[in-house]
Nanobody, 120 residues
Framework: QVHLVESGGGLVQPGGSLRLSCAASGSIFRVISMGWYRQAPGSERELVATINAGGATNYADSVKGRSTISRDNAMNTVYLQMNSLKPEDTAVYYC??????????????WGQGTQVTVSS
């Protein structure tokens, strides 16, 4: 089984910065992609940023220019650096990964989420 563990969430003031981390462990043969999603109260879960094994990234328009997604060399850990945080960034942030457990089997996995609250 694959496990994703997020960390780095917390309370920050508007304009502040935060770095989220997600560590993948377990039965991992190859990581296809990893990313961050968020869900605010009363809202649908939305994509924040993704990065694939080749390093290509995608960002939601709402965070483009303020956020950077990155990975370690093995792509077992993904980071989300968020700057110039706004109250509307308040949400539970979830790590997601598409992972091959062996040569023929792949699946999507989710972490438990980490709360980010942006408030004065």
């Amino acid at each position: 089984q694959v496990h994703l563990v997020e960390s780095g969430g917390g309370l920050v003031q508007p304009g502040g910065s935060l770095r989220l981390s997600c560590a993948a462990s377990g039965s991992i043969f190859r990581v296809i992609s990893m990313g961050w999603y968020r869900q605010a109260p009363g809202s649908e879960r939305e994509l924040v940023a993704t990065i694939n094994a080749g390093g290509a990234t995608n960002y939601a328009d709402s965070v483009k220019g303020r956020s950077t997604i990155s990975r370690d060399n093995a792509m077992n850990t993904v980071y989300l650096q968020m700057n110039s945080l706004k109250p509307e960034d308040t949400a539970v942030y979830y790590c997601n990964a598409y992972i091959y457990s062996d040569y023929t089997n792949w699946d999507s996995y989710w972490g438990q989420g980490t709360q980010v609250t942006v408030s004065s």
